[in-house]
């Protein structure tokens, strides 16, 4: 396999990659996500990654590198509707509070981009993740003690306290912001 890029500030998900022993760079991608869409589509999860993506790879082709870049893009969905990132700390609360007791999904979706021909390949995971009935005193401590206010659907998994929890169907990386069966598959598929 050759030189991997990722093309993402996140410490999670270069984590991942890290647990996957890859070896890769960071360089994170300057494309800005126009998160205006709130009805959920695979199709405009898949152009983020793949437009993050494409951002680093067209930096990179002026080098003249032959380089996989993988841009990656995650959501959090209930109801058919995009949960981002909250505005504040009321947003997070509200947010939590209506996934209280629910099942919803998370999205990510992978793009791998060839730097030198712009070849790629973009497809997505979905994992559903099930919250127990949460007190308003459970997202309060969440909320002072974690401040996840930078993560879509105002949570990070792989930090909720116990209690928060009740069933995952699906890769629980795929909730962090990576799934590493996907990414392993198309990186070898554009090796």
Sequence with gaps: MGKIILASSSPRRAD???????????IPSEYDEPHTQTVF???????LAYNKALDVAQKLNAKGD?????????????????????QDYNDAFETLKMLSAKTHFVVTSVAVINSENFEYIVESDKTFVTFE????SQIKFY??????????????????PEGF????????????GLPSKLVQKLLE???
């Design 133 to 136: 009935n949460l007190t308003d």
């Design 41 to 47: 589509s695979c199709e405009f999860v898949e152009k």
């Design 143 to 160: 909320l002072d003690n974690f401040k996840p206010f930078d993560k879509a659907g105002s949570y990070g998994i792989q930090e909720l």
């Design 16 to 26: 991942i990659l890290k647990k996957m022993k890859l070896d890769f760079d960071v």
């Design 189 to 191: 598929k554009m090796s």
């Design 66 to 86: 032959n380089i996989l870049v993988l841009g990656a893009d995650t959501i959090v969905v209930i109801d058919n509707k995009i949960l981002g990132k909250p």
């Design 165 to 176: 929890v009740k069933s995952v169907d699906g890769q629980i990386d795929n909730v962090i």
